[in-house]
């Protein structure tokens, strides 16, 4: 079993990625499970044909932990993707953190966590504990990094780089960094930015994602692009990105960079 | 971000703020404290409150509820949590209700200001109590009775009696030490009106400012004094009388804040001393180990001086005895003191 973690900034487009690159490797007949770890709860809606499934810590809420069954759960969505999502609470109340804690606790109870491939699906910044959940023992093994040639989604993307490096660094290893996808803005020497971050940080540029009219339209089909337009050069780019990852055995340990450093390489590209 | 470091080396710099507040709000009787957090945050102050309360002769449980937050409450805030507890709480119309918060509910960041701001038909007073913020017992009980004091009504006129601050509701002398003090301002022909906080109850509270003159339990609570002081003009004492010396001492320092002839009283209470130290004559020369545990004690000059007075020895090999953990309150407090020694002595 392969599991994998999608970390990013907000709104970078982790959620329609991860969407993607399921339903790429379900279409390839492999069983895949991906779980959305965030509260605003979003991360498989396209999977799932615009429906917004119940989540599981709404599901705890209502029914008291004992009394929620794996088929409440996990919804089977497009390509045959089963879909989680964790939830969580309103948003300024309460502790999201936890939230996620307290879902792979159950999910690991009501044995919903198997499959060809585990996707991960993890809301913008690992900005507590909990969020760093996906990254710990018998979880995320692998971690990709999604950004874009903006220097905020880069630096988000290094603040992630230093969990895993931090995490990497236990005495009982047990994620580490898999890549970084250019999920692309169509800036001028974007793709050649993001490659060079990655070599920064020891790792690698694993995808480049063009920006695309047809992801938009599929959203508003509320359909992932692999369903929406199958045939489509997008649907590809997915293709390839999913055979990328099921095929990458290559992984670090990240080595983030200063503030300076990442202003200056953006800097740099940004003068080409 | 709260940097404090914890203070370890006076008596009350120890333990939670949550227990420093409790010690406060469950000695008001008609009250009510709800424990924002989880059910264990109270169980282990209930059962402390309780254990000393009994000890002093008052069984009752402490009026104490938590709201009993859960993972569930954590995930999601306790905001409804708490609102529902005051609701329940509010019910059997309590004087008061004091809401006190824990280290989780702090760190979740739940509004308890805003949900206890709302209507309940009965007094809220909120006392923020996360311990992990670095505040200790002390804090906790100081917050307390300054959040208390300034609840305080306006007063027209000061009145004739003696208000007495932040008794140690959680030692077992507690009793003791006010009937010492009691008893020595009466010898001034004072009265002791409120017992600011024991076995008062929420509208007496608001009555602080009605005294001519505030005693402290120790030191530490100067602050009370003198917000009271500055709000009130009441003068205060900042400690309880420790020892003989200090019983004159506490007689003298009363008769210059409120004009008092006290030569008598002081001529009564010595007195009362020699005879007091005639009757252990039979401890005269006697050899003591102190236990090392308290031997910090010894630097409690008015328990050298009564060593000193009687003669006694301090020796590895003498019987053991023990120092008080709090300072000796009055005449008295030394008198039990060397009762206690006796029966060691004598064993």
């Given at each position: 079993m392969?599991?994998?973690?999608?970390?990013g900034?907000?709104?970078i487009?982790?959620s329609?990625?991860s969407?993607?690159?399921?339903?790429?490797?379900?279409?390839?007949?492999?069983?895949v499970?991906?779980?959305?770890?965030?509260?605003?709860?979003?991360?498989?809606?396209?999977?799932?044909?615009?429906?917004?499934?119940?989540?599981?810590?709404?599901?705890?809420?209502?029914?008291?932990?004992?009394?929620?069954s794996?088929?409440?759960?996990?919804?089977e969505?497009?390509?045959g993707?089963?879909?989680?999502?964790?939830?969580?609470?309103?948003p300024?109340i309460?502790c999201?953190g936890?939230?996620?804690?307290?879902?792979?606790?159950?999910?690991?109870?009501l044995?919903?966590?198997?499959?060809?491939?585990?996707?991960y699906?993890?809301?913008?910044?690992?900005?507590?504990?909990?969020?760093?959940m996906?990254?710990?023992?018998?979880?995320?093994?692998?971690?990709?990094?999604?950004?874009?040639?903006?220097l905020?989604?880069l630096?988000?993307?290094?603040?992630?780089?230093?969990?895993?490096?931090?995490?990497?660094?236990?005495?009982?290893?047990?994620?580490?960094l898999?890549?970084?996808?250019?999920?692309?803005k169509?800036?001028?020497?974007?793709?050649d930015?993001?490659?060079?971050?990655a070599?920064?940080?020891?790792?690698?540029?694993?995808?480049?994602?063009?920006?695309s009219?047809?992801?938009?339209?599929?959203?508003?089909h509320k359909?992932?692009?692999?369903?929406?337009?199958?045939?489509?050069?997008?649907?590809?780019?997915?293709?390839?990105?999913?055979e990328?990852?099921?095929?990458n055995d290559q992984?670090?340990?990240?080595?983030?960079?200063e503030m300076?450093?990442?202003?200056?390489?953006?800097?740099?590209?940004?003068?080409? | 971000?709260?940097?404090?470091?914890?203070?370890?080396?006076?008596q009350?710099?120890?333990?939670?703020?949550?227990?420093?507040?409790l010690?406060?709000?469950?000695g008001?009787?008609d009250?009510?404290?709800?424990?924002?957090g989880?059910?264990?945050?109270a169980?282990?102050?209930?059962?402390?409150?309780?254990?000393?309360?009994?000890?002093?002769?008052?069984?009752?449980?402490p009026?104490i509820?938590?709201?009993?937050?859960?993972?569930?409450g954590?995930?999601?805030?306790?905001?409804?949590?708490?609102?529902?507890?005051?609701r329940?709480?509010a019910?059997?119309?309590p004087?008061?209700?004091?809401?006190?918060?824990?280290?989780?509910?702090?760190?979740?960041?739940?509004?308890a200001?805003?949900?206890c701001?709302?209507?309940y038909?009965?007094?809220?007073?909120?006392?923020?109590?996360?311990?992990?913020?670095g505040?200790c017992?002390s804090?906790?009980?100081?917050?307390?009775?300054?959040?208390?004091?300034?609840?305080?009504?306006p007063?027209?006129?000061?009145g004739e009696?003696?208000?007495i601050?932040?008794?140690?509701?959680?030692?077992y002398?507690?009793?003791?030490?006010?009937a010492?003090?009691?008893?020595?301002?009466?010898?001034?022909?004072?009265?002791?009106?409120?017992?600011?906080?024991?076995?008062?109850?929420?509208?007496?509270?608001?009555?602080?400012?009605?005294g001519?003159?505030n005693?402290?339990?120790?030191?530490?609570l100067?602050?009370?004094?003198?917000?009271?002081k500055?709000?009130f003009?009441t003068?205060y004492?900042?400690?309880?009388p420790i020892?003989?010396?200090g019983?004159?001492?506490?007689?003298?320092?009363?008769?210059?804040l409120?004009?008092?002839?006290?030569?008598?009283?002081?001529?009564?209470?010595?007195?009362?001393?020699r005879?007091?130290?005639d009757?252990?004559?039979?401890?005269?020369?006697?050899?003591?180990?102190?236990?090392?545990?308290?031997?910090?004690?010894?630097?409690?000059?008015?328990?050298?001086?009564?060593?000193?007075?009687?003669?006694?020895?301090?020796?590895?090999?003498?019987?053991?005895v023990?120092?008080?953990?709090?300072?000796?309150v009055?005449?008295?407090?030394?008198?039990?003191?060397?009762?206690?020694w006796?029966?060691?002595?004598?064993?």
């Open positions: 392969k599991q994998i973690a999608l970390y900034k907000g709104g487009g982790k329609t990625t969407a993607n690159l399921s339903a790429a490797l379900g279409a390839k007949g492999l069983d499970l991906q779980i959305g770890c965030d509260p605003k709860r979003d991360s498989t809606r396209m999977l799932m044909h615009g429906a917004w499934i119940q989540t599981v810590l709404d599901l705890v809420r209502e029914k008291g932990e004992d009394h929620v794996i088929e409440e759960v996990v919804r969505g497009f390509a993707v089963r879909c989680v999502e964790a939830g969580g609470p309103e300024g309460g999201a936890r939230g996620i804690i307290a879902t792979f606790r159950l999910l690991e109870r044995g919903a966590l198997h499959g060809d491939v585990i996707v699906d993890v809301l913008g910044d690992v900005v507590c504990g909990g969020f760093a996906p990254m710990r023992e018998g979880y995320a093994e692998e971690v990709y990094l999604v950004t874009s040639g903006e905020m989604s630096y988000a993307a290094n603040n992630i780089a230093k969990a895993v490096a931090r995490l990497s660094k236990r005495s009982k290893p047990s994620c580490s898999a890549g970084v996808i250019c999920n692309a169509n800036m001028a020497g974007e793709e930015l993001v490659r060079e971050f070599r920064r940080i020891n790792s690698e540029m694993v995808a480049y994602i063009p920006r009219r047809t992801v938009q339209l599929a959203e508003v359909q992932t692009v692999m369903e929406y337009a199958p045939d489509s050069e997008q649907a590809a780019v997915y293709r390839e990105l999913a990328r990852i099921f095929a992984t670090s340990t990240p080595t983030p960079l300076d450093e990442l202003e200056d390489l953006a800097l740099q590209f940004a003068e080409i | 971000m709260n940097s404090k470091t914890l203070h370890s080396s006076s009350r710099y120890e333990g939670c703020t949550l227990t420093g507040a010690s406060i709000t469950s008001v009787e009250a009510v404290t709800v424990v924002h989880p059910e264990g945050c169980h282990h102050n209930v059962s402390l409150l309780h254990a000393v309360m009994a000890e002093q002769g008052r069984p009752a449980l009026r509820v938590p709201t009993g937050l859960t993972e569930e954590v995930i999601f805030g306790g905001e409804e949590d708490l609102a529902a507890t005051l329940a709480v019910a059997r119309k004087g008061a209700i004091f809401v006190l918060t824990t280290c989780i509910t702090e760190t979740i960041g739940d509004d200001a805003s949900v701001s709302e209507d038909g009965v007094p809220v007073v909120l006392l923020p109590t996360a311990g992990f913020l505040g017992f804090d906790g009980l100081n917050a307390a009775l300054m959040t208390l004091a300034g609840l305080a009504d007063v027209e006129e000061a009696t003696v208000t601050i932040g008794e140690k509701n959680l030692e002398e507690v009793e003791e030490n006010f010492e003090v009691e008893r020595l301002l009466a010898s001034l022909g004072l009265e002791v009106g409120l017992r600011f906080v024991r076995d008062a109850r929420y509208a007496d509270l608001k009555q602080i400012g009605a001519q003159l005693i402290l339990r120790e030191p530490a100067a602050p009370v004094g003198e917000v009271l500055e709000r003009g003068p004492i900042s400690s309880f020892g003989l010396e019983s004159t001492a506490f007689l003298e320092e009363v008769g210059t409120l004009d008092l002839q006290t030569g008598e009283a002081v001529q009564q209470e010595e007195e009362r001393q005879a007091m130290l009757s252990f004559a039979d401890l005269r020369g006697s050899v003591f180990s102190i236990d090392p545990m308290t031997f910090r004690a010894l630097e409690c000059t008015p328990v050298r001086r009564v060593m000193e007075a009687l003669d006694l020895q301090v020796d590895a090999d003498g019987a053991g023990s120092l008080p953990y709090s300072p000796p009055g005449t008295a407090g030394i008198r039990r003191l060397l009762h206690r006796r029966r060691r002595v004598h064993a």
